[in-house]
């Protein structure tokens, strides 16, 4: 008995040493592969493509945060109200448009979309660094010419909103420090992933039907244009006016002949659209727990106003954020088309709500197929009263509301 105990001891003390390395153990799963071998495959890489595109559309409900990008600028200028049911309801939307924002009430889901969209494209260039089975030397160029417009996208938003952030070109590893860069800095680096995609010559001019959503070299052009114009960058000014001149001269892109049909489902991608972002709610997995799967968006119910009588679709139940002042429409001519022709994409007069409204929350996530541009928010007169429940208790003015206010 004595030796079969020995002779057991003897193959568990060998056991263990087989299994045991620098870490105690070196653990190896017998099912799943390790990234660096997954993203070996043309196929693959191009998953982490898709994967760095993500990021574009979770501002708007993420990281438990309503934080569209496209809204956040506007709320700290002076042609909306913040709007909602009262200064509590998404409260550093408010302190922001008062410029009284403070560090732990500010908008943050922007901060980690935006660095997690950098860390994405980081991936990519990673991925290109290894030998790719199956991948052309015009796949691999195109593949950068992609991340490098989408690292500046998404670094655009950290430069814009914060300034100074930390930033790194290729992804940290433990203690996950990285240098704080000025703004100026953060500049440089955008401008300088923008000039080598474009100097790469590989992306399409414009996008078809396939590729719809892809970056394309209009809108690295666009990019470009408005990150030389917002640092003043008068150097690169030249280069900015030829790429808007190409564009303009292109006969790919034009005005619409009729501007209201821009705002319409079957305006998307029209000759005067440079680039999208779309939602779709078709086979959509995303909804409230899961927001960062694909999937329509919450947008339309943010800004639209509620117990609205002609609301369609659901957003008659609305959450009445970022309605247009009064003073905004007047400064529109009143033979501009965007005023002068009802419902024509931009301007529509509310005056039937003319009762009561609050904020009633919205029991389902919408699932709004192809994000309405022309959808209508609720204003809220600047002398609104509340009560102790949070509720509203003013009668709104005949309210003009901006269609589109959130483009």
Not at 230 to 258: G, N
Not at 357 to 371: A, D, L, Y
Request: hydrophobic share 40%.
């Amino acid at each position: 008995m004595k030796t079969i105990y020995k002779a057991l001891a003897s193959a568990a003390f060998a056991l263990v040493l087989t299994s045991c390395g620098d870490e105690f153990l070196t653990v190896t799963s017998p099912t799943q592969e390790d990234a660096s071998e997954y993203f070996s495959t043309k196929e693959h890489v191009e998953e982490g493509i898709v994967a760095a595109y993500d990021p574009m559309h979770w501002t708007d409900w993420s990281m438990d945060n309503y934080e569209p990008f496209i809204l956040m600028s506007d709320i700290m200028a002076d042609d909306m109200w913040v709007g909602g049911s009262d200064k509590n309801d998404n409260q550093n939307w408010h302190l922001m448009a008062n410029y009284e924002a403070t560090p732990m009430k500010v908008i943050t889901s922007i901060w980690i979309d935006g660095f997690s969209g950098v860390k994405r494209c980081n991936d990519v260039f990673g991925y290109l660094a290894k030998d790719i089975a199956g991948a052309t030397e015009s796949d691999i160029k195109s593949w950068r010419a992609q991340a490098l417009v989408l690292r500046a996208f998404y670094a655009n938003w950290l430069w814009k909103f914060y300034g100074n952030v930390p930033y790194y070109t290729e992804n940290l590893t433990e203690p996950y420090v990285a240098e704080q860069l000025s703004a100026d800095e953060l500049y440089s680096h955008i401008v300088g992933d923008l000039e080598e995609a474009i100097a790469l010559g590989v992306l399409p001019w414009k996008g078809d039907a396939a590729t719809f959503g892809r970056v394309t070299t209009a809108m690295a052009y666009m990019l470009y244009a408005e990150v030389v114009m917002y640092q003043k960058d008068d150097k690169r000014y030249p280069t900015a006016l030829k790429y808007m001149k190409e564009i303009i001269d292109s006969p790919d892109y034009s005005l619409a002949p009729v501007f209201a049909d821009i705002f319409e489902q079957s305006g998307e991608w029209c000759c005067e659209s440079i680039y999208e972002i779309n939602y779709i709610s078709e086979n959509a997995a995303r909804d409230w727990g899961a927001p960062l799967t694909a999937g329509g968006t919450v947008l339309p119910t943010l800004i639209s106003p509620n117990n609205w009588p002609a609301g369609q679709d659901g957003h008659n139940t609305g959450w009445g954020f970022c309605p247009l002042r009064l003073e905004t429409y007047d400064r529109y001519s009143p033979d501009d088309a965007r005023v002068a022709t009802p419902h024509a994409g931009t301007f529509v007069d509310l005056t039937a709500l003319t009762t009561s409204v609050t904020r009633t929350s919205v029991s389902s996530f919408r699932n709004i197929p192809h994000v309405p541009t022309a959808m209508p928010v609720r204003w809220l007169p600047a002398n609104s009263t509340t009560t102790t429940t949070g509720v509203s208790t003013a009668t709104p003015r005949p309210c003009l509301t901006l269609l589109n206010s959130s483009c």
